[in-house]
């Protein structure tokens, strides 16, 4: 595909509920990055990936949020035991390239209500 | 004091006047900048980035960077209201290759 992409759109979970969320990186892209973003608020980082490895997670708030990216490409968000607070949008960005100058492209987003 | 300031606005400009949205960091060892727009109900969307002090013209759009005073900005010349967006500022800190820090954003709205 010629961008980012990311499944479901939109997500409904009752609190406690375990939820996945994924992104498909552009092809190539070695970088991959996890924000949240609350209405109102610009987007808060995550985790970052460079191919397979985790190199920052200190963004992720608890440790109910787990990602995982274990062959490079597509990654996978998971927020176990889902609470009110995680209500937002989930967005994926990917960069071609590691360094300062990498620029990050986001996927379409994932908006999560929990219930 | 959060890693990058914006005024939140809104912002409203006419159509064909200038729009000049501002931006300040905190951490002076930041590297690279970056303007997104996001409409409402989207997701962000690149338009600019710069890294050297100075300004980079890309068509309607102008980005500055004055890394003494830490800050940028971004200029948009003969605004259309196609660009009534929210505009957020990003910065990547020499010091945490990979992550963005962003703004909250800037709301724009140009009328016709």
């Known amino acids: 595909g010629a961008g980012v992409s990311q499944s479901p759109r939109y997500k409904v979970a009752k609190r406690g509920q375990d939820v996945a969320l994924r992104c498909d990186p552009i092809?190539?892209?070695?970088?991959l990055f996890w924000y949240q973003q609350a209405l109102g608020q610009g987007p808060e980082f995550l985790t970052y990936?460079?191919?397979?490895?985790?190199?920052?997670k200190s963004g992720l708030p608890s440790d109910r949020f787990f990602a995982e990216r274990p062959e490079g490409s597509v990654s996978t968000l998971k927020i176990q035991r889902t609470q009110q607070e995680d209500s937002a949008v989930y967005l994926c960005?990917?960069?071609?390239?590691?360094?300062?100058?990498?620029?990050?492209?986001f996927g379409p987003g994932t908006r999560l209500t929990v219930t | 004091q959060k890693e990058v300031e914006q005024n939140s606005g809104p912002l409203s400009v006419p159509e064909g006047a200038i729009a000049s949205l501002n931006c300040t960091y905190s951490?002076?060892?930041?590297?690279?900048f970056f303007w997104y727009r996001q409409y409402s109900g989207k997701s962000p969307e690149l338009i600019m980035f710069?890294?050297?002090?100075g300004d980079k013209e890309d068509g309607r759009f102008t980005a500055q960077l004055n890394k003494a005073s830490q800050y940028v900005s971004l200029l948009i010349r003969d605004s259309q209201p196609s660009d009534s967006a929210t505009y957020l500022c990003?910065?990547?800190?020499?010091?945490?290759?990979?992550?963005?820090?962003f703004g909250r954003g800037t709301q724009l709205t140009v009328w016709p």
């Open positions: 960005a990917s960069s071609t390239r590691t360094g300062s100058r990498a620029a990050e492209y």
């Open positions: 092809s190539g892209h070695v970088s």
């Open positions: 990936f460079q191919n397979e490895a985790q190199l920052d």
């Open positions: 951490d002076r060892g930041s590297q690279s």
């Open positions: 710069i890294y050297s002090n």
């Open positions: 990003a910065v990547r800190r020499g010091s945490t290759l990979g992550r963005l820090y």
